[in-house]
């Protein structure tokens, strides 16, 4: 069984969207390209059970069919060949056919899996090897209808050959007719109900989170370690230390001298980093969702800085500031200037702290100002 994250995201999306509609696992594999054993794990739920039976994988139920079906068929083909000509791709342009049929005709028979197999016909793509349907105008009404290829009749448009009026007039007179059900009361439960969490969407907000941990720059191993992946229990120590945490996935940073030994610029970002994790934990927000939403604040807050700090640093810094991710104990303060009033780390490791770096970059520019002119 394939992972979620060796799926792309637009596979994922369109098998939700896949069962929401009712269709088989056999149509959702040609549409996405999971693996059955996949589909039948996380695509399918309690909420949306497999549907039970093969799919109608064949096109002798349009020509066997009543004449509604067949012009619905029409219609829902014709709304398909509309969207791809207008650039949209063929699965999302199935979908999105299929949903304006169903708003349209909500009583209607005609399910997904026939209309799949109908568009696989008609381009020859997913479950048909070859074209076996293409388009015919109606020399009546001038609609487009479906007909096996060089088989075209001009009379046999099931468009203007089905009585919508009544159809309609007969499934009125069959409502009318039949009693109205009784209500009833549904069982009252004293514990609120609670449904499991659909897997399809676990495994949607995993492939995204991992995308937006990759756009960030997160190496391979703080991207397992804020993912929790199972492969991130597997890593091993570095080399002269007995145990590894997740803080020191890379070169630990010098927190003996960390005023000495970390640029001035570098402790500024650190600090800006800092000062949004802590206001970002403070709002219930998990510690991933924390560190990402801290570092893309921080990156547009320092974009014009010569030498960005990578996100696994500020990964680093978060967790020694708050012994998080493999931590036991914090070996970072973040601490408040008397003079300019910002927050700044300091090492509670480092013997000789060099004070605020915000600043030291005030006296720095100030030397580097020119001399105002008398």
């Known amino acids: 069984m394939g992972s979620p994250s060796a799926y792309s995201l637009r596979a994922l999306e369109t098998a939700r969207e896949c069962v929401i ?39 002798d139920f349009f020509f066997k069919t009543t004449r509604r079906l067949q012009a619905e068929a029409c219609f829902l083909a014709t709304h398909y060949r509309r969207l791809t000509s207008e650039g949209f791709m063929q699965a999302d342009a199935l979908i999105a056919a299929f949903r304006h049929h169903r708003a349209t005709q909500p009583d209607s028979t005609f399910g997904f899996d026939q209309a799949f197999f109908l568009i696989s016909r008609l381009d020859g793509i997913w479950a048909a090897t070859k074209s076996g349907l293409s388009f015919v105008e109606c020399l009546n009404c001038r609609s487009p209808y479906l007909a096996p290829h060089g088989m075209a009749q001009r009379d046999s448009c099931p468009v203007c050959r089905t009585d919508w009026r009544l159809k309609s007039r007969a499934r009125a007179r069959v409502r009318a007719s039949s009693p109205p059900a009784p209500p009833v009361d549904p069982p009252k439960s004293n514990r609120p109900r609670q449904d499991a969490p659909w897997q399809l969407d676990l495994d949607i907000a995993h492939v995204r989170l991992v995308g937006r941990l990759q756009q960030l720059g997160a190496g391979d191993k703080v991207l397992a370690v804020l993912a929790e992946e199972p492969r991130a229990k597997l890593f091993r120590a570095p080399r002269g230390r007995p145990t590894v945490t997740s803080a020191y996935l890379s070169r630990p940073m010098p927190l003996a001298t960390w005023s000495a030994k970390t640029e001035v610029t570098h402790r500024v970002q650190y600090a800006v980093f800092a000062s949004h994790f802590r206001r970002v934990v403070r709002l219930d927000l998990s510690l991933t969702e924390a560190m990402c939403a801290a570092f893309e604040t921080t990156r547009r807050a320092c974009r014009d800085y010569p030498k960005p700090v990578s996100f696994d640093r500020c990964f680093e810094v978060a967790a020694l500031l708050d012994g998080i991710w493999g931590v036991t104990e914090k070996r970072l303060e973040l601490l ?39």
């Open 21 to 59: 509609l009712g269709a088989r696992p056999r149509t959702i594999a040609h549409l996405t390209g999971l693996t059955p054993g996949y589909i039948l794990r996380a695509v399918y739920c309690e909420r949306y059970p497999a549907p039970i039976g093969r799919p109608q994988y064949s096109e």
């Open 336 to 374: 408040q200037c008397a003079s300019c009033s910002s927050h700044y780390l300091v090492s509670k490791a480092d013997s000789h702290p060099s004070g605020c770096p915000f600043c030291m970059l005030i006296r720095r520019h100030r030397i580097l100002l020119p001399a105002l002119a008398a």
